[in-house]
């Protein structure tokens, strides 16, 4: 069997794989045809102005129906198309479907002029050679003017790295937004904040989660939002799902939210029903 895998595939299989588990091996293999299988989607989750709770933007989350395990989820498969390097393949997808999907709602609804898109993208896709290529060539083919695509990378994946430095760059020259995902949860340094190209911070959700009842979330969140303003970055809240989160959240000086309170992760006619609405206010 493994013998049968190793041929006509791409997967590495090097000394760190050496612990996977057969189902991940197993997971690791369907990666690798997935794409060309069509088994992807796109959903996209609104992104609204916490102070009109307009949406100005969605970022694309994407899902795998697997032909016998259903919908996989990508916080488990993710982690395996990094390491085997199916990411470069899925993320090269994800990309160009979400900047079309964007470029299409923009011909569409009068409202959607300015709507962003954010794209999730791996350290190691970002780091693969002619990234940064492929974003242009994106970009150019689809139509998407390049202010309007936001691209979230983790702090983890930009942590002390000259390749992912000099991608982030690249990104910032072709005009890009550049958002750092889940800020707060890894262990970086602030000097971060100084040397890559940032517009955007996404204060991870963890930190909104339990904002009412724990003194110490509610003072990293206002720390960060501070941060954000005085480096005038952008700032978003993830995770937002009730009331009294928002009103905490836009107090402490956040301009953007995201969450179950204003949407999940809706297809894409969900997400052209928002937008036929007058000015796309989605509350
Ligand atoms: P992320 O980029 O931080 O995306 C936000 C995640 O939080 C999404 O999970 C979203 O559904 C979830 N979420 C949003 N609002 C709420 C809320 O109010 N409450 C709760 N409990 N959860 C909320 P999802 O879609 O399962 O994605 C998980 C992670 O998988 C993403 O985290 C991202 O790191 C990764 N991912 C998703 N799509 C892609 C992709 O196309 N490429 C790459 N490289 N990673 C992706
Ligand atoms: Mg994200
Ligand atoms: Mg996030
Ligand atoms: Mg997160």
Redesign the pocket.
């Known amino acids: 069997e493994a013998k049968r895998r190793g041929k006509g595939t791409s997967v590495c299989f090097s000394d760190e794989m050496g612990e996977r588990t057969a189902a991940d091996a197993e997971i690791i293999r369907d990666l690798g045809q997935a794409v060309e299988a069509g088994q992807f989607t796109?959903?996209y989750?609104p992104i609204v102005a916490l102070d009109d709770l307009r949406m100005t933007g969605v970022?694309?989350?994407?899902?795998w129906n697997h032909p016998t395990r259903g919908l996989v989820?990508?916080?488990e498969f993710?982690p395996l198309?990094?390491r085997s390097g199916h990411?470069v393949a899925?993320?090269a997808w994800?990309?160009r479907e979400?900047s079309r999907q964007a470029a299409q709602w923009r011909a569409d609804f009068p409202g959607a002029g300015s709507l962003t898109v954010?794209?999730?993208?791996?350290g190691r896709?970002l780091r693969s050679p002619g990234f940064v290529d492929e974003v242009a060539a994106v970009l150019r083919d689809t139509g998407l003017p390049p202010g309007l695509l936001s691209i979230?990378v983790?702090e983890t994946a930009v942590l002390d790295d000259e390749e992912s430095a000099a991608a982030l760059l690249g990104l910032r020259g072709l005009g890009l937004r550049l958002a750092l995902?889940?800020f707060g949860t890894a262990a970086s340094s602030l000097g971060l904040l100084l040397t890559v190209p940032v517009t955007t911070l996404?204060l991870?959700?963890s930190f909104?989660?339990s904002i009412t009842t724990v003194g110490r979330q509610a003072a990293v969140a206002n720390a960060v939002s501070q941060m954000a303003n005085a480096l005038d970055f952008s700032s978003v809240a993830?995770?937002?799902?009730t009331d009294e989160q928002r009103d905490l959240i836009r107090g402490l000086g956040y301009k953007y939210g995201?969450?179950?309170?204003f949407g999940?992760?809706l297809p894409p006619h969900e997400v052209a029903a928002r937008l036929e609405t007058i000015d796309g206010v989605v509350v």
């Open positions: 796109l959903v989750q970022e694309a989350l994407i899902r989820s990508p916080v993710i198309a990094e990411i899925i993320g994800a990309l979400a954010g794209v999730n993208v791996a896709q979230e983790t995902d889940d996404k991870d959700r909104v989660e993830e995770g937002i799902e995201q969450g179950y309170l999940r992760p």
